[in-house]
């Protein structure tokens, strides 16, 4: 999923301050599931940002809402509840949904309340982990399913590094090291011959060195579909 972080308080209300009426509009998928975005998210900040003693002036009077994807147009656009007065929305969505947002809704002002930090999955309660950075050329099935590209410090292909030290990253913050993880199962599988294939230097244009990347999906309903990503 992708997973983000509220922006400080500080910074969403500078972004507000000056409207007169804003819609806080939470997402009903990713960030509701990492706890930072959804309906219940968005009335928790709506009720926050209410109080008086953020402003000089009157604070904007606030309404909640919430789509199950922001980042799908057609649902933005079935979303039929801009209340009349608006005069901006404050996002709870990924960057992506705000940008559906801001380009369905043009020309109201729509405002992002999330720092988007990640790709990742919960490990435990409350925690969530990067997994992935789209690299576009998956190698997990070389590396017994852990990614060293996102959990390695340095996204090295042939690891680990020589600051591993007892299974941790030298980088430090008690993170385990990708290496010794991926070794340790490579182990468990009986592939360890994977980690003595030399993993040579990898194209980035897939991960995005290339610019913008787009899907397409063609010859939808004659039998002949295909899905291809390219950058543009
Ligand atoms: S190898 Fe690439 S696509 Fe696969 S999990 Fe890692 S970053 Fe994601
Ligand atoms: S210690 Fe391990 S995880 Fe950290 S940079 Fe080196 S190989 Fe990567």
């Known amino acids: ?38 309906e219940r998210e968005a009335k928790q900040l ?18 909640v809402g919430s789509i199950l994807r922001q980042c799908e147009r057609d649902l933005v656009i079935e979303y039929q509840r801009i209340p009349d007065g608006t005069d901006a929305v404050l996002s709870l969505a990924c960057g992506a949904g705000v940008q559906i947002l801001a380009d369905v809704l043009e020309p109201l002002p729509v405002i992002p309340a999330l720092n988007t930090t990640f790709l990742g999955a919960s490990d435990k309660p409350g925690t969530w982990t990067e997994k992935c950075k789209g690299c576009g050329d998956c190698i997990l099935i070389h590396t017994g399913g852990i990614c060293p590209v996102a959990r390695c410090a340095k996204s090295l292909f042939n690891g680990p590094c ?3 030290r007892g299974g941790y990253c030298e980088v430090g913050q008690g993170n385990p090291c990708a290496w010794t993880q991926i070794v340790a199962r490579l182990k468990k599988l009986g592939r360890l011959n994977c980690y003595e294939e030399i993993q040579t230097a990898k194209n980035w244009k897939p991960g995005g060195a290339a610019g913008l990347r787009r899907r397409v999906r063609t010859g939808l309903g004659d039998g002949s579909t295909k899905n291809q990503t390219s950058s543009h």
């Open 1 to 38: 999923m992708i997973v983000g972080d509220l922006k400080p308080l500080e910074e969403i209300i500078s972004a507000i301050k000056a409207y007169k009426k804003v819609l806080v509009l939470g997402c009903g998928s990713c960030v509701t599931v990492c706890l930072s975005g959804g």
């Open 46 to 63: 709506s009720h926050e940002l209410a109080q008086v003693r953020h402003y000089q002036n009157a604070p904007p009077k606030f309404e």
């Open 162 to 164: 020589g600051g591993s």
